[in-house]
């Protein structure tokens, strides 16, 4: 089964590599962890301006610069739009969202020059803003793609409303959600179906929960996990390989975003890409997430 889908002649990678906890790595540890993803098949990078109190992008712009080819095979999604108080950005008085042409452009770009790059593949807006305004995002968006600034445009953590309010003015690729076993929303408040029916990528933000499928101790997580267990040992997978396995499965084509600086997790995660859950094995986990049968 091939690797990759095909988005607007922009290839992504099934399955994401996220940068998010990155901040202490060095870059000759960042180059090695874009090889290895590269080499597996995962060539879909997943960043923000805001990560590691806005250092990741000049750490991974320099891990690029000791391997510059490397640009001509990988994918870079970013985002924009949050404020944080942070001794790197001493001008932000208040956590807050921005989503004006002035921070938008800014943090094009800003991003552009720290990773090293001429153009970004994906532009996302981080978080919806209560003050944004749709003619203003979708005119800038529409002005950084004339100026070969960005290729396409998504958000993050849209609800489906958000999302179809500022679709009517300018196209969206990507919605970045919360997906896992232990958070099931996007199953049943619409953002998946309207994934499916306007041909826009999910992609899973903390797929494994943060972490919580592992050392949660509550009954119901416990059951969970043991299910992933017997499900994973009928395709030979581990427990964060099936639950990986359980999003790609989805009709709307669920791309996990991964969490980990440790390579072979990477090279694990790689290997599900081919496969597929009997809808029975499917349902088996969704079952013991929500923790009754479905109705």
Not at 225 to 243: F, P, R, W
Request: some cysteine; aromatic content about 6%; glycine content about 6%.
């Amino acid at each position: 089964m091939d690797k990759k889908k095909n988005i607007k002649r922009i290839m992504i990678s099934k399955i994401v590599t996220g940068v998010w906890n990155w901040g202490d790595l060095t870059p000759q540890q960042i180059n090695e962890l874009i090889l290895r993803s590269v080499e597996s098949g995962i060539t879909t990078f997943d960043h923000a301006d805001i990560y590691g109190g806005y250092t990741i992008e000049k750490l991974f712009g320099d891990a690029l610069a000791l391997s510059p080819d490397l640009k001509d095979k990988i994918q870079i999604v970013t985002k924009c739009g949050i404020k944080l108080i942070h001794p790197n950005r001493p001008q932000h008085t208040i956590k807050s969202y921005d989503t004006s042409r002035q921070h938008i452009v800014g943090s094009v770009d800003k991003s552009l020059q720290n990773l090293n790059v001429d153009v970004l593949d994906y532009l996302l807006i981080h978080r919806p803003d209560p003050l944004m305004n749709i003619n203003e995002v979708s005119d800038t968006i529409n002005d950084l793609k004339k100026e070969g600034k960005i290729k396409e445009f998504g958000v993050s953590n849209f609800l489906p409303h958000q999302l179809e309010m500022l679709k009517s003015k300018t196209d969206i690729k990507i919605n970045q959600i919360e997906i896992s076993p232990l958070k099931t929303s996007a199953l049943y408040d619409g953002s998946l179906d309207q994934c499916q029916q306007c041909g826009i990528t999910p992609m899973a933000w903390s797929p494994l929960g943060n972490g919580r499928i592992f050392t949660a101790q509550d009954e119901k997580t416990l059951h969970l996990k043991n299910t992933l267990s017997q499900v994973g040992e009928k395709y030979d997978l581990a427990i964060d390989q099936t639950i990986f396995a359980w999003h790609l499965t989805h009709p709307a084509r669920i791309t996990p975003i991964l969490g980990t600086t440790k390579a072979e997790r990477i090279e694990g995660a790689a290997k599900v890409m081919s496969i597929q859950l009997e809808k029975e094995d499917w349902f088996k986990i969704l079952e013991a997430a929500e923790g009754n049968e479905v109705p």
